[in-house]
């Protein structure tokens, strides 16, 4: 024998052993004994539930026609007793999956083990109240059978009148009567217009219509046994629901009554996993929960009730906590942010001596009322004496030596040119590169994008450093615009035109900002008005983009649209003129047709044919029949 045979033989025989191991012990078990450990259950619903455990036991137990003895046994014995099935046609087996087998509900679909509603329309309803509610309005009432539904199965009277089960039904022409007097008759309108359906496409013929009447027959046959099976089932599942209610009730009622004898909260008591399952155990029998039951268990109620006072202990002491986060949270939103140099964010205002001490106390602020002007003057004067050291740090970034308080002019870093990167934002990639120069105020309030094994809310001024290429650009920007560069602190309101794109790029101030990170040494133009109203097919859409990348349907049909076009591959007219040394020349009209993309095109084009790694306002244009629809 070679190697690789040996290897295979010895592979097979340990697979074998595997399976033979494997092999549950009580499939081996003999039939008798299965039997007799079988004859001691309480219902059907046990030996179902085993028999639907492996193909052994489904063959064991239903496919066997020995084992018949022990589903009648324990059906004989279920209390109440469940009635025999020859009356509706069935074997033992298949009564107990008629009844306990569970399906799925009539309205919505899902699985549920309840049993059916109806029997005999064989209606199954979950727990779900709007289930219910819509079986209610999809019933449909007739004072006979309809003709062509004399083979369908109404809903039993049990579900809709107060006839006794006991008293059986008879046809007769069409017309049922129980006890002697006639009856209405409650349909289901699904069935009915489905069966109604069925008769009229056979009616169409009279060889289709004989042949349908034929395959009907059988079930107008057994029209009438079937109706009162099914009423007797009914009747036996009303007080098999009945002995459950009064069982659980009694057994809560010994329960609550030990609970207060022991000084227990019933209510919690009645919560514990071990009530539960008591219960739960007592129920499956009708069996009532005795006093030595709880004697024996109470030891284990006492280990839950521990349990479940430490976590009601700790679940309240965290709700303090969130209500006291709350107010802190409601006080920053209250205050003027305007009137301090600079305003820290939530993360940092929580942080504040008062407000930390505060929120780790044990105050309950629901009855002890925390805010008086004392705490107000005292955390604004805490929020200024943290904006004074934010100033000085930052103003140690740039290099410059400390500013001296007597000086008239703005300080440095509340002028519109001071700009600050968060070095720890860096770190996430492309989408914090658009917005990551920042003011003082924005850099102050600022929340970091990334977090870092929970170290999200560590903000410090060590995290930023100076905005060089932004902080350049804008200096030019305002000498070209004759403003005093240590004195402006609001943006300018002019247009700015990027002559380092190829394209026509006109952005406002904000958005320059941004975009010098672009280029190495942006080079710009500051058009008059009456240039630029030369160009109305540029016309300017500003947050446009923020508004597209939203994720609600609507910008999502928008995106999908080719309503948009590049203006990186539309040449700039401006700067050919100034190319030509023509600076004051005709402006020369572009003859290039503007190529329509959806957005997701337009970004993957922008980023392939133009390195722009992340899209703005300044790098697209809208068409103007696209704004009309969109009412922009």
Known sequence: MTKSARRRRNKTSDTAAGAEKATPLITSLPFELVAEVLLYSNSPADILSLSRTCKHFHATLVQNPVAAFIWKRVRAQTIPPVPDPTKLGFSEPQLANFIYGGGKCTQCGKHTDNMYTSFSARVRLCGDPDCRQKHSKGLVIFDSIPPHASWLPWIEWRNTHEVPSEIPCSITNNSVSVGGSTVYLTYVRDQLLQAKNEYNKAKLLATTLDKYKQGKQKYVDGLEGWINGCSELCGWKWHFRRLQKITTANSRAQVEKFAAERGRDKTIVLDTPTIVRLLREKLLDFEWVTRSDLEVLWSEVEADLTRIESSRANAKIECSRLRRRREVEQLYREMDHSQFDCFPSLPQ???????????????????????????????????????????????ELPGYPEWPSTKTLVHLVHRISSRFICTRCLKSGPKATRNRSFTFRQAAHHICIVSEKGNKDQWSPRNFVVDTKATAVITRVLKAAGVDVEEQTAAVSQDIMCLSCSGFIVMGFDAMVQHSHRHDDMQFKLPAEEELAKFSDYPATPGITAQLMQADQEMKERRQKASFACKHCVPNPLAVREAEGNPDGKVPQSKKKSKAFNFDGLRCHLKEKHKVEEIADEDFLVFKESLKEWGA
Do not use: G, I, Y
């Open 349 to 395: 205002f929580r942080k504040l001596p008062t407000l930390q001490a505060f929120q780790d106390s044990d105050l309950d602020v629901e009855s002890t009322p925390w805010r008086n002007n004392f705490v107000d003057t005292l955390v604004k004067n805490e929020v200024r004496e943290w904006a004074t050291k934010t100033v000085q740090a930052f103003s």
